[in-house]
Each structure stands twice: as C-alpha cells, then as structure tokens.
C-alpha cells in the first residue's frame, strides 16, 4: 500500500496551517509594536523628567542669578552714592574750614569774646576729623616733614574728583600735609581755649578732646613722661582749684593740696587706715571736694579715670625726703610719699565710681583699677577681691569694655596667697584673714556659698583653675605638682559638685573641663612611669608607684562618673537639647558669646564617652600588665600565685573590650576596643614559653 499523504491530506494541512502562521506572525508584529511604544514611552518620560530637572535647576540658577546681580546692583548704586557723598562731603568740610578760618582771623584782632572760642572750637574739630580721616587712608607718611607720600587707592580717587569738583575750594598741598600736621592744629586751638576761654559753653568736651589727642603721636611721644593727658584732666575735674594744665607744676601743684589734708600723725598710721567697701569714705581723698566742669557723664568720668591711672603709676612728694637723714629714715619717707599717691589714685577712681557716673561706659575699667590698687598696697585684700567680682560680673552681663580676663588672673593670684580665707565671708563688709596654705578651692566655697547661682561665677571657678593648671593666653606653664592638684580639685569640684549649687547641669563647658582634667592626669601619670625608670631604691620606686596609683584612680574615678552621671545615656539628649535652647536665645536676643558649636559639643561627648569606656579597660590592662611584670621577676611559689593573679587579671580585661564590642556595634567604641585589644597583645610582655602568654 502506498505510505504517501493523500493531496487531500495535505491540502487540509494547508488550509490549517496556513491562517496559524499568519496569526502568529501577525501577532509578533503587533508586541514588536507595542513594545517599541512602551519604549518611546519610556524615552520620552526619561526626556520629561529630565527637562524638568533641567528647568527647576536653570530656574533656580535663574533665580539666584537675579538676586545676585541685584546685590551688586545695590552695592555698586551704594557705594556710588557713598564714593559721590564722601567726595561732596571733603569739599564742603574744605570751604566751612577755610571760612571759619578767615572768621578767626577776622575777630581774633577784636577779641570778640562770642565769637573767637565759638570758632576755635569748630575748627579744632574740624582739624581733629580731618587728622583721624587720614590717619586711616594714608599708605605712606614722609618720617622727616609727616606730609603724605602715599594715600589708599580708594581714598586717592575720591581726593582726585573732589580736586576736581571743588573748584580750587581744595588744594591738594593742603590734604597732604598729613595727620601730625592737623593734630596739632586741632591741640593749638584746644590749649587757647582752655586757657584764654575757660568759661567756655562746651569747655568739658574741649578738656576731653585735648587729653584724647595727647595720648596720640605726635602728641605723646613729645609728652615723655606722659602726664599731658592727666595734667588735662585735673583741670577738667577740679576747676574750683583753678589749676592751670599749660602752666601749674602738676606734681607740686598735688603735694600741696594733699600736704593740708595729711596731719602730723599720718606717716604713723598710715599702714594701719582700712576701708571695707569701694567707693566709700577715704582717709586719705585728695579730691574730695573737687567740682568738674561743665560735661558729659562719658567725659568727666573719663577724666577721673585717666587721672587715677596716671596716679596710680607714679609717686607724689607729700613728705620732702631729707637728704640728711638715714637711708632707713628716708626709705620710711619715700614708702609713705608711694602710699599716699596710691590712695590719691583710689581718691580719683572713687569719684568715677560715684553715683554721679553710673552710666560711664568704661566703668568695668575703673572698678578693674580700683581692684589693683587695693591688692598692690596690700590695704585690703578681700576687698580687692570683690571689686574683681564686679569686673567679672560686668564683663558677663554689662559692660564689652570689662577687663574681666585680667580680673580673673588677680583672683587667682589672691587664692593662690595665704592671706584671705575665711569660715564666714561677708561680701557686704569683706575683711582679710589668714589661713595656712593655699586651699583655693576652701577660699573659692566660703566666697561663693551662696552665689552660687550667679553666671559669672562660674567664669572665676575656671578661671582660678586655669589659673593653677598655668593656662594662660591659650599657653601652658609649668607648675608645680600641688598646683596641679589644686587646678584639678576646683575643676573636679565643678564638673561634680556644680550641678546643683550653680547650674552647671547641662553646661557645654563641661566637655571643656574633662579634657583639662585627663590633660592633668596624663602629663602627670607620663612623668611618673618616665621616673619610675631612673629611679633604683625600693623607697624611691614605692613612693612612685603611690603617685601612679594616686593618678591611676583619678582618672578612673573621672571615666566612671562621666559615664554613669555626666554622660549618662539619659544625660546626653538633654546636654544637647539645653545648650540648642541656649543658642536659640542668644540668636533671637542677638547675643555674641563664645560658646560651643552643637556639632562640636556633640562630638566633644561622643569622644568624651568613647575616651571614659577605654580609659576604664585601659586601667584593667595596666593592672594586668603590673601583675605580669612582678610574676616574671618572682620566685618560688609567689611566682605561681602571680601567675594565676596576672591571667585572671589580663581575661577581665579582655571581656571588658569584647563587652563594649558586643553592646556598641558598628560605633566608634567598638573600633577603639578592637584597637585596644590589638595593642594589648601586642604590648603584652613575655616569652614564648611563659605560660600566660601561651593561654
């Protein structure tokens, strides 16, 4: 039978197939199609978010562009309208000068008594703010004629179109002639006021201006002892005296008004006067009955003040010495003539500090002056004491001009002296008493039990500490070890005690203070292991290994209580939460104080814990490595009983590292254990057949 397939067979196959293959084909086109869509598709959201990131960057580019461009705008239209006032401004300065001059002229032949102070006065002014102008924009002065070589780009352009626009009102000759030139003019104008005017209407501002200008070159470098700006400002404040500054001696002038105020018995008793509070009743008040001129707070308070400094530095001849007496007789005479100058200079600070000058700016500076006249005379030390309080309290909440950081040195010259401690302290009537030793940390808790809560004694309770530790002006000098005890004391006391009796809870200078404590604790355990290597007798290494000991457990007593207390896991949010409300504050109050960045306070206790959890291994490691060292060097049964000591003593702090791994993952404190680890059995000491280091 033949096998071959029917033509109808195939014909039927064909006629199924057939559509089939065209169905399929057909249907590939169309997925090839839709597929090609779902990719322009796709392509064109690509396009589309892309233009759209492109647009919102140009915008933005656009945007800050624009505001860019306006800035400068503003800024060019500004400094133009400023460059055009400033030129407008020196040709009208030069025509009003050169008009009051040909005035002065003109009734100085006169006299007129109206007019020639009135003028004297502006030009000496004018003569004052030309000088200081160009004391600002002058690049180069001829040394031998002081006239201008070479002025600031800036200003020379602004010179050339006044020049310009002036119209011969300005003379280049004239603007050259340089800032000595005009300071003396202004000086010479001042000088006939106060002497031929002295009734002057603004005679107070004419006494001021004049002392300001002998405290400048070339003024002051005439002046060699200078005294000008005191001999000034006595005329100024005691013009009942009608003392002369261009002609009264001044120093003789002093010695006889003081000499009727002192008696027969005052080179007596002398060492023996007191005062318990400042500004008060002097013994010794050589200005007492004085009466200032006619002026402002700011002036006549100034003038007291430049007056006292003056004094304060010099000495007066109250009491002739006789050249005929006995080198003691005449010390006993100088010393007292020395006195009586330092109690004139608290007679004049006295004045600037009365009621009368409550508002002078610098008042911080005449309290500071005060201070250290008191502690130099030795009159009264706890006095002194609490007048630098004032300055400390200024300089915090009052007064920018404080010298509050030289007060706080004062206070820690006064802790560190054995004269002023006291079992009760009363700052209303402050008295000195002995005590034996330094203790400024007993001295600091009687003086401030209860003021505890005042801000700026936590500035003095640092200060003093630096102050012991030999910081000073962000340098480090050495002290003696009980000083560095002591600094540690009073920074420990803060960093523990504080938090309760001043508010020092959530203060970020604590950070501060627990670096300065470990700085103290390292330097001091370094010096003692590089000695304990010098030294050979059992006693010298005994009383080493004490200090060691004495260190070791301060630092472990440190870690522990930053950790558990300041630290505290808990502590942590609340340090950073206190100190962003603090900072927030300040901005809306627009208060400039140095303090933390919270960034760097934030680190500064990341560190502060990673430091205290090693430090605490680190102790259990020295211990270990102690307990090696003796077990190599022992016999007999001690040394197997040193052995078991050592190992017992090397896995505690082994677990202690592999503990802070496991409970801190992926952190900084994990790696510094993991570090600590290493060097421990790198540092670990042996031989390859002792035992403890085989286990």
């Given at each position: 039978m033949n096998k071959t397939p029917s033509k109808l067979i195939v014909c039927l196959i064909l006629v199924v197939a057939l559509p089939a293959a065209a169905q399929n084909k057909k249907k590939k086109t169309e997925d090839r199609k839709i597929s090609k869509a779902i990719k322009n598709l796709r392509d064109d959201y690509k396009f589309f978010k892309q233009g759209v990131l492109n647009f919102n960057n140009t915008t933005e580019y656009l945007v800050k562009?624009?505001?860019?461009?306006?800035?400068?705008?503003?800024?060019?239209?500004?400094?133009?309208?400023?460059?055009?006032?400033?030129?407008?401004?020196?040709?009208?300065?030069?025509?009003?000068?050169?008009?009051?001059?040909?005035?002065?002229?003109?009734?100085?032949k006169s006299k007129d008594p109206l007019w020639v102070p009135e003028i004297l006065w502006r030009t000496g002014v004018l003569y004052h703010e030309i000088a200081e102008e160009l004391n600002l924009w002058v690049f180069n002065e001829d040394e031998e004629t002081g006239k201008v070589k070479k002025f600031d780009?800036?200003?020379?352009?602004?010179?050339?179109?006044?020049?310009?626009?002036?119209?011969?009102?300005?003379?280049?000759?004239?603007?050259?002639?340089?800032?000595?030139?005009?300071?003396?003019?202004?000086?010479?104008?001042?000088?006939?006021?106060?002497?031929?005017?002295?009734?002057?209407?603004?005679?107070?501002?004419?006494?001021?201006?004049?002392a300001r200008l002998y405290e400048k070159p070339p003024l002051s470098i005439q002046d060699i002892d200078n005294k000008m700006p005191a001999k000034v400002s006595l005329g100024a404040v005691c013009s009942n005296w009608q003392y002369q500054p261009f002609q009264n001696d001044f120093k003789e002038f002093l010695k006889n008004k003081g000499q009727g105020l002192l008696t027969a018995e005052s080179?007596?008793?002398?060492?023996?006067?007191?005062?318990?509070?400042?500004?008060?009743?002097?013994?010794?008040?050589?200005?007492?009955?004085?009466?200032?001129?006619?002026?402002?707070?700011?002036?006549?308070?100034?003038a007291w003040a430049t007056l006292g400094k003056f004094l304060s530095k010099k000495t007066i001849e109250f009491k002739p010495v006789n050249p005929d007496a006995t080198e003691e007789e005449q010390i006993k005479v100088k010393l007292f003539n020395l006195a009586m100058t330092k109690w004139a200079a608290l007679s004049a600070y006295n004045r600037a500090l009365s009621s009368d000058f409550k508002e002078l700016s610098t008042r911080g500076y005449v309290v500071y002056f005060a201070g250290l006249m008191l502690y130099?005379?030795?009159?009264?030390?706890?006095?002194?004491?609490?007048?630098?309080?004032?300055v400390i309290d200024m300089g915090q909440n009052q007064d920018e001009n404080s010298p509050h950081e030289a007060a706080i040195k004062y206070i820690g010259f006064l802790m560190q002296e054995e004269k002023i401690d006291s079992s009760k302290y009363n700052w209303t009537k402050p008295y000195p008493v002995k005590c034996d030793g330094k203790c400024?940390?007993?001295?600091?808790?009687?003086?401030?039990?209860?003021?505890?809560?005042?801000?700026?004694?936590?500035r003095i309770w640092l200060g003093v500490a630096d102050f012991f530790r030999g910081l000073e002006d962000n340098k480090i000098y050495q002290r003696?070890?009980?000083?560095?005890?002591?600094?540690?004391?009073?920074?420990?006391?803060?960093?523990?005690?504080?938090?309760?009796?001043?508010?020092?809870?959530?203060?970020?200078?604590?950070?501060?203070?627990?670096?300065?404590?470990?700085?103290?604790?390292?330097?001091?355990?370094?010096?003692?292991?590089?000695?304990?290597?010098?030294?050979?007798?059992?006693?010298?290494?005994?009383e080493i290994r004490n200090k060691i000991s004495f260190w070791s457990n301060k630092k472990n007593a440190l870690s522990q209580y930053a950790l558990n207390t300041v630290f505290a896991p808990g502590e942590i949010q609340k340090f950073l939460t206190s100190h962003q409300k603090f900072l927030s504050r300040n901005a809306i109050k627009k208060m400039k104080l140095r303090t933390v960045s919270l960034d760097k306070l934030r680190k500064d206790i990341v560190n502060i814990k990673s430091y205290a959890l090693i430090s605490s291994g680190e102790i259990l490691a020295d211990q270990a490595k102690d307990l090696f060292f003796q077990y190599q060097k022992a016999k007999g049964s001690r040394k197997e009983e040193l052995r078991k000591q050592a190992k017992s003593a090397f896995e505690k702090a082994y677990k202690y590292f592999l503990g802070i791994m496991e409970e801190y993952p992926n952190s900084i404190y994990e790696y510094n254990s993991m570090i600590r680890i290493l060097e421990f059995y790198c540092e670990l000491p042996g031989s390859s057949d002792d035992s403890i280091s085989k286990d």
């Amino acid at each position: 039978m033949n096998k071959t397939p029917s033509k109808l067979i195939v014909c039927l196959i064909l006629v199924v197939a057939l559509p089939a293959a065209a169905q399929n084909k057909k249907k590939k086109t169309e997925d090839r199609k839709i597929s090609k869509a779902i990719k322009n598709l796709r392509d064109d959201y690509k396009f589309f978010k892309q233009g759209v990131l492109n647009f919102n960057n140009t915008t933005e580019y656009l945007v800050k562009r624009s505001r860019r461009n306006e800035r400068i705008f503003l800024e060019e239209k500004l400094e133009a309208k400023t460059e055009k006032a400033k030129v407008k401004d020196i040709i009208e300065r030069a025509k009003l000068l050169k008009l009051l001059e040909e005035k002065l002229k003109k009734y100085s032949k006169s006299k007129d008594p109206l007019w020639v102070p009135e003028i004297l006065w502006r030009t000496g002014v004018l003569y004052h703010e030309i000088a200081e102008e160009l004391n600002l924009w002058v690049f180069n002065e001829d040394e031998e004629t002081g006239k201008v070589k070479k002025f600031d780009p800036e200003y020379e352009k602004i010179l050339q179109k006044a020049y310009k626009l002036g119209k011969g009102a300005i003379r280049p000759a004239d603007t050259t002639l340089g800032v000595n030139h005009y300071r003396k003019k202004a000086a010479d104008n001042l000088k006939r006021l106060v002497t031929e005017f002295p009734q002057f209407r603004a005679i107070g501002s004419v006494y001021h201006l004049l002392a300001r200008l002998y405290e400048k070159p070339p003024l002051s470098i005439q002046d060699i002892d200078n005294k000008m700006p005191a001999k000034v400002s006595l005329g100024a404040v005691c013009s009942n005296w009608q003392y002369q500054p261009f002609q009264n001696d001044f120093k003789e002038f002093l010695k006889n008004k003081g000499q009727g105020l002192l008696t027969a018995e005052s080179d007596k008793n002398y060492k023996n006067w007191m005062i318990y509070d400042f500004p008060t009743n002097l013994p010794f008040d050589l200005f007492k009955n004085c009466q200032a001129v006619n002026g402002s707070v700011q002036f006549i308070g100034t003038a007291w003040a430049t007056l006292g400094k003056f004094l304060s530095k010099k000495t007066i001849e109250f009491k002739p010495v006789n050249p005929d007496a006995t080198e003691e007789e005449q010390i006993k005479v100088k010393l007292f003539n020395l006195a009586m100058t330092k109690w004139a200079a608290l007679s004049a600070y006295n004045r600037a500090l009365s009621s009368d000058f409550k508002e002078l700016s610098t008042r911080g500076y005449v309290v500071y002056f005060a201070g250290l006249m008191l502690y130099q005379n030795e009159i009264n030390p706890a006095l002194a004491m609490k007048l630098f309080d004032q300055v400390i309290d200024m300089g915090q909440n009052q007064d920018e001009n404080s010298p509050h950081e030289a007060a706080i040195k004062y206070i820690g010259f006064l802790m560190q002296e054995e004269k002023i401690d006291s079992s009760k302290y009363n700052w209303t009537k402050p008295y000195p008493v002995k005590c034996d030793g330094k203790c400024p940390l007993k001295k600091l808790r009687v003086y401030y039990k209860d003021k505890m809560h005042k801000p700026h004694v936590k500035r003095i309770w640092l200060g003093v500490a630096d102050f012991f530790r030999g910081l000073e002006d962000n340098k480090i000098y050495q002290r003696s070890e009980q000083d560095l005890i002591h600094a540690y004391n009073i920074y420990s006391y803060i960093f523990r005690k504080m938090d309760v009796e001043g508010g020092w809870k959530y203060n970020p200078r604590k950070a501060d203070i627990f670096w300065k404590m470990r700085e103290i604790i390292t330097e001091q355990m370094q010096n003692y292991r590089s000695l304990l290597k010098e030294v050979k007798s059992r006693r010298d290494i005994k009383e080493i290994r004490n200090k060691i000991s004495f260190w070791s457990n301060k630092k472990n007593a440190l870690s522990q209580y930053a950790l558990n207390t300041v630290f505290a896991p808990g502590e942590i949010q609340k340090f950073l939460t206190s100190h962003q409300k603090f900072l927030s504050r300040n901005a809306i109050k627009k208060m400039k104080l140095r303090t933390v960045s919270l960034d760097k306070l934030r680190k500064d206790i990341v560190n502060i814990k990673s430091y205290a959890l090693i430090s605490s291994g680190e102790i259990l490691a020295d211990q270990a490595k102690d307990l090696f060292f003796q077990y190599q060097k022992a016999k007999g049964s001690r040394k197997e009983e040193l052995r078991k000591q050592a190992k017992s003593a090397f896995e505690k702090a082994y677990k202690y590292f592999l503990g802070i791994m496991e409970e801190y993952p992926n952190s900084i404190y994990e790696y510094n254990s993991m570090i600590r680890i290493l060097e421990f059995y790198c540092e670990l000491p042996g031989s390859s057949d002792d035992s403890i280091s085989k286990d």
